[in-house]
């Protein structure tokens, strides 16, 4: 089975910090998928990437930027954090010429003090 | 704007009843409906899915209903069990383009009474 592993399960980050969040894919994955999730409010794209290298913003990227320098590997950048990013933050990834079926990460719950 | 509409936002159950999930969408150029299952703790799974060129798709107890002109789609879960207590969201993408972006609704809480 694809999975996708983000590196933590919870942070706790104050206000102003840079912060990394970190997802890597272990089925040399094309496309990956940065989304937060938020009570009522559902799964809002942040940033995605189809290739090493590119990015492109999703529906609400301000606050945040994205690193791609390997494949496998796809961080989401917060570079001055705030308390209104406070969040489930989740990973996903499908290959090229997929069904859609996104692999979704176990989320990265931040709480920013 | 939202594109994908979803309701209701929490839905509870008897077990054995029917739950009815509804989705309605705005983007014409949709054509790619996914349902995702969330458990606590866990990120969404890929339940079931469907394509515009067919109104119904079964897999065991869950049933994509798909009505394309009134560009709506829903989820049916027959003989609904404790264990399908979840969060489910609707999805939607276009594969005009080749990026994979899928568009979600705001979710539904399903509780299953026993």
């Known amino acids: 089975d694809v999975k996708v592993t983000q590196s933590s399960r919870y942070l706790v980050k104050r206000t102003g910090e840079k912060v990394f969040l970190e997802c890597v894919q272990d089925?040399?994955?094309?496309?990956m998928f940065w989304y937060r999730q938020d009570p009522g409010l559902g799964l809002r794209l942040i940033y995605f990437?189809?290739?090493?290298?590119?990015?492109e913003k999703g529906d609400i990227p301000e606050g945040y930027s994205v690193s791609r320098e390997k494949k496998e590997r796809f961080s989401l950048i917060l570079e001055s954090a705030s308390t209104n990013q406070t969040s489930m933050y989740l990973c996903?990834?499908?290959?090229?010429?997929?069904?859609?079926?996104?692999?979704f990460g176990s989320g990265t719950r931040l709480t920013v003090v | 704007q939202q594109q994908v509409k979803q309701s209701p936002q929490s839905l509870i159950v008897q077990k054995g009843g029917i739950s009815i999930i509804n989705c309605a969408y705005e983007?014409?150029?949709?054509?790619?409906f996914p349902w995702y299952q969330q458990f606590p703790g866990k990120g969404p799974a890929l339940l079931i899915a469907i394509r515009p060129d067919v109104s119904e798709k079964k897999e065991g107890r869950f049933t994509i209903s798909f009505n394309k002109s009134a560009k709506q789609f829903s989820l049916h879960i027959m003989d609904s069990q404790p264990g399908d207590s979840a969060t489910y969201f609707c999805a939607a993408s276009s594969s005009g383009g080749s990026n994979y972006k899928l568009t979600f609704g705001k979710g539904t809480l399903l509780t299953v009474n026993p």
């Open positions: 089925m040399d994955h094309e496309n």
């Open positions: 983007n014409t150029a949709f054509d790619y």
């Open positions: 990437s189809y290739d090493v290298k590119m990015k």
């Open positions: 996903a990834s499908i290959r090229q010429g997929g069904n859609y079926g996104y692999t």
